[in-house]
């Protein structure tokens, strides 16, 4: 099997890739620098790097990197930084999804493509059925209109629910929803959700970036796990939590 990682040189999108490679799996990565990268995936004959900026590649040079993968994964994400959060392009996740998505399906695979996308507990499923707090509604409203990246997240989620049934032809997808995100060398125990069991603003849980690596890796190569999980939007957090 091969999978295609966006985001990979960040560092969720790292562990992802390292531990793919250590399940036996082909990786192909778009990176816009490799220098993030350590020298054991560099040199690894497994993985396949490119490196560019995603949202300036041609159809055509998108179409040759998604053919030939059984999934594609997404750990974009802006920047913490001034320029990362308000610059360009603030719509980074949500068109890079749309471009491959539109990829995968010009390349008509003979079967669907898994498609993963890391995104956040704070978007809330609201098609599903999910409700929220009034005062909890009122704050991700102001974050949503002040800082970009959540409005672009929420946006990319929403692109995949839309466009894709579970019977696609050629896309099948999942939106994984950690909640904070937290460092941690070993992948512990942890608990996977429908939807959140607690207030990701007022009672927010932890999630080890490891750990969300580890369940979109299961998501990948455990055809069982992903006929769980597919067309969902799973929330983990660590089970000490």
């Known amino acids: ?112 493509v898994k498609f993963l996308l890391m995104n956040t507990s704070g978007n809330v499923n609201i098609p599903a059925g999910e409700t929220i707090s009034t005062a909890q509604s009122f704050i991700i409203g102001l974050i949503r209109m002040l800082l970009p990246p959540h409005a672009d997240n ?31 060398d070993v992948v512990t125990q942890y608990d996977v959700y429908s939807s959140p069991i607690r207030s990701a603003i007022f009672d927010a849980g932890k999630t080890s970036r490891i750990n969300v690596a580890h369940f979109m890796t299961q998501l990948i190569i455990n055809e069982l796990i992903w006929q769980q999980w597919k067309g969902q939007w799973p929330v983990i957090y660590n089970a000490s939590n």
Not at 64 to 79: E, F, K
Not at 86 to 111: H, N, T, Y
Not at 166 to 183: C, F, Q, Y
Request: proline residues 3%.
């Open 1 to 112: 099997m091969t999978t295609l990682v966006v985001g990979a040189s960040g560092a969720t999108g790292q562990l992802l890739v390292e531990q793919l490679l250590k399940q036996g799996q082909k990786v192909k990565i778009i990176v816009r620098s490799v220098g993030y990268l350590s020298d054991a995936l560099i040199h690894n004959q497994q993985l396949s790097i490119t490196q560019a900026n995603l949202l300036d590649m041609s159809d055509t040079e998108l179409h040759h990197h998604v053919s030939g993968c059984q999934a594609v994964a997404s750990c974009l994400g802006h920047n913490l930084t001034l320029h990362g959060m308000f610059g360009q392009p603030q719509r980074l996740v949500s068109d890079s999804v749309q471009r491959l998505c539109m990829a995968i399906e010009r390349s008509k695979p003979a079967s669907p």
């Open 154 to 184: 929420e946006e990319a989620a929403a692109y995949l629910q839309s466009h894709f049934s579970t019977s696609h032809n050629s896309i099948e997808w999942a939106a994984i929803r950690p909640d904070s995100l937290v460092n941690n």
